[in-house]
């Protein structure tokens, strides 16, 4: 095997394995031909306010991941999987490209910053992920339920909760 020079003219192995692909600071992995970046909960904010500035000007989506049955994914390296996932979905017109953002969401501590103040547009979101998962949004300006009753107790799309039935009763259905 030979080695290369680089511009500094110092050696480098050939099959030297390239640098992680970074934005931000965060690890970025590519995925069907989409990339996706793992910021941790305390740099998310941070991140989208700077992506917003350089043209990641609406957030389509904010989605919640209950991961409980996956929990040996493959993260990029220094990423922990954790129990839950926040997935925000961005996009970027004149580059005319999405943006994921996943952020580990600890079950003992299942907090993440709001991003309202970024993207107002995010309030309906995070309260449906508050409601069907129980991850709450620090600094939302109304963190209520949106879809279940207010007195509805547990979260419906948490992977451990129990499947209930609610009997149906049919008009003009003969007595059984």
């Known amino acids: 095997m030979s080695e290369s020079t680089t511009a500094t003219d110092e050696p480098v192995a050939p099959d030297a394995a390239p640098e992680p692909e ?14 996706v970046v793992h910021a941790s909960r305390e740099d998310l904010v941070g991140l989208v306010r700077t992506l917003r500035d350089e043209g990641w000007l609406q957030c389509l989506d904010v989605i919640g991941v209950d991961q409980l049955a996956n ?11 954790e129990r839950f996932e926040v997935v925000v979905l961005l ?12 952020v580990q969401v600890p079950e003992s501590d299942p ?20 409601d069907m998962f129980g991850i709450r949004f620090d600094g939302h300006p109304d963190l209520t339920r949106i879809l279940m009753p207010e007195d509805w107790e547990g ?22």
Request: aromatic share 6%; glycine share 8%.
């Open 91 to 102: 996009i970027s017109h004149t580059a005319r490209e999405r943006l994921r953002i996943r």
């Open 22 to 35: 970074q934005l931000h600071g965060a690890p970025v992995e590519r995925v069907r031909g989409q990339r």
């Open 155 to 176: 979260h419906p799309l948490r992977k451990d909760y129990g499947i209930g039935r609610i009997p149906v009763q049919f008009k003009d259905a003969p007595d059984a």
């Open 71 to 81: 929990a040996h994914r493959e993260l990029p390296e220094g990423i922990e999987p």
């Open 111 to 130: 907090v993440v910053p709001t991003l309202f103040e970024v993207h107002p547009g995010t309030e309906a979101m995070e309260r449906e992920v508050f």
